[in-house]
């Protein structure tokens, strides 16, 4: 049977959910490149990093964190990855303000180029001409979301080439995360 992909978002509609600001140095300082945590590659941590809350609410297991929509998972989230997806993900413990159970932050190391846009309800791409020429021929937008699973070379979690938006995971990666109970994920085939 063909692996079926699912988009891992953050389901909004939690009663009473809390909202994570970007992750900050111990001393409460910015980090050089909050967006490195969204590229789809591995990165070199040389600090322990502190997420703020930015708006305070119900602890999620799954949430993202500041513009870069920066995973941020507890123990049993962390630990499925660790478990089904040890190639894909990096994972790096976080302070959470005002929390003391373990929180991480979770860095998908792969970026794979494989949206159907053919399949997708609509693709908009940057071109030259756009506020953002350094992106030209790269995603702006995409409506209904679809990829081709062909080229997904046995990837469990992955980032799209050109999107950084969603974060891919596998079906049985969804499964298991569904079993624990996820609180704050939603999912969406792709």
Same mark, same amino acid.
């Given at each position: 049977?063909?692996?079926?992909? /699912?988009?891992?978002? =953050? $389901?909004? +509609?939690?009663?009473?959910?809390? +909202?994570?600001?970007?992750?900050?140095?111990?001393?409460?300082?910015?980090?050089? $490149?909050?967006?490195?945590?969204?590229?789809?590659?591995?990165?070199?941590?040389?600090?322990?990093?502190?997420?703020?809350? +930015?708006?305070?609410?119900?602890?999620?297991?799954?949430? &993202?964190?500041?513009?870069? #929509? =920066?995973?941020?998972?507890?123990?049993?989230?962390?630990?499925? /990855?660790?478990?089904?997806?040890?190639?894909?993900? #990096?994972?790096?413990?976080?302070?959470?303000?005002?929390?003391?159970?373990? +929180?991480?932050?979770?860095?998908?190391?792969?970026?794979?180029? *494989?949206?159907?846009?053919?399949? *997708?309800?609509?693709?908009? %791409?940057? &071109?030259?001409? !756009?506020?953002?020429?350094?992106?030209?021929?790269? %995603?702006?937008?995409? =409506?209904? @979301?679809?990829?081709?699973?062909?080229?997904?070379?046995?990837?469990?979690?992955?980032?799209?080439?050109? %999107? /950084?938006?969603?974060?891919?995971?596998?079906? !049985? @990666?969804?499964?298991? @995360?569904?079993? &624990?109970?996820?609180?704050?994920?939603?999912?969406?085939?792709?």
């Amino acid at each position: 049977m063909e692996q079926r992909f /699912f988009d891992l978002n =953050i $389901d909004v +509609y939690v009663p009473g959910r809390w +909202y994570l600001a970007a992750p900050t140095n111990l001393a409460g300082e910015e980090i050089e $490149d909050i967006w490195q945590f969204s590229a789809g590659r591995p990165v070199e941590l040389r600090e322990r990093l502190r997420v703020p809350v +930015y708006r305070p609410g119900k602890p999620l297991d799954f949430t &993202t964190a500041g513009p870069g #929509q =920066i995973p941020i998972v507890n123990e049993r989230v962390a630990s499925i /990855f660790r478990e089904l997806a040890p190639d894909d993900v #990096q994972i790096f413990p976080v302070d959470v303000e005002g929390q003391t159970s373990p +929180y991480f932050l979770l860095n998908v190391t792969r970026e794979i180029r *494989c949206i159907d846009d053919a399949a *997708c309800k609509e693709v908009q %791409y940057f &071109t030259k001409d !756009d506020v953002r020429a350094d992106k030209a021929g790269q %995603y702006r937008s995409v =409506i209904g @979301l679809r990829i081709d699973k062909s080229k997904t070379g046995g990837a469990r979690v992955f980032r799209l080439w050109g %999107y /950084f938006i969603p974060i891919i995971v596998a079906g !049985d @990666l969804k499964e298991a @995360l569904e079993q &624990t109970g996820i609180a704050g994920g939603r999912f969406d085939e792709v």
